[in-house]
């Protein structure tokens, strides 16, 4: 499986910016994709996922309200609408592919099977 992130960059707070990730090589076509991010000097933690069949969501807490998740089937891509940015959304963000639970479990890394390179998101004024 193949995933490649796109969208990353800078903004200043209170602005937006799209995150893109397309799969390809998955055999079936229900799996949960969606994003991490790890800023300086903290773990990696799950922000938002999605099914891509049932189209069931996750997103975290503290991005709630803001960002927003969804998925283009005809495309496997999913993207991350990231409004209302402030300099604590300042990470690099990976897309990941795998089960739900592996995006809310603060260990759960290791139910995903499949990253992205990642890509820096800062936000600063």
């Known amino acids: 499986v193949q995933l490649v992130e796109s969208g990353g960059g800078s903004a200043q707070p209170g602005g937006s910016l799209r995150l893109s990730c397309e799969a390809s090589?998955?055999?079936?076509?229900?799996?949960?994709i969606g994003w991490f991010r790890q800023a300086p000097g903290k773990a990696r933690e799950g922000v938002s996922a999605?099914?891509?069949?049932?189209?069931?969501?996750y997103i975290t807490d503290s991005v709630k309200g803001r960002f927003s998740i969804s998925f283009d089937h005809a495309k496997d891509t999913v993207y991350m609408d990231m409004n209302s940015l402030k300099p604590e959304d300042t990470a690099v963000y990976y897309c990941?592919?795998?089960?739900?639970?592996?995006?809310?479990?603060?260990?759960?890394?290791?139910?995903?099977?499949?990253w992205g390179a990642g890509t820096l998101v800062t936000v600063s004024s």
């Open positions: 990941a592919l795998g089960d739900m639970v592996g995006f809310h479990l603060p260990d759960g890394e290791r139910y995903l099977e499949s």
């Open positions: 090589g998955y055999s079936s076509g229900d799996y949960t």
């Open positions: 999605i099914n891509s069949e049932d189209g069931d969501t």
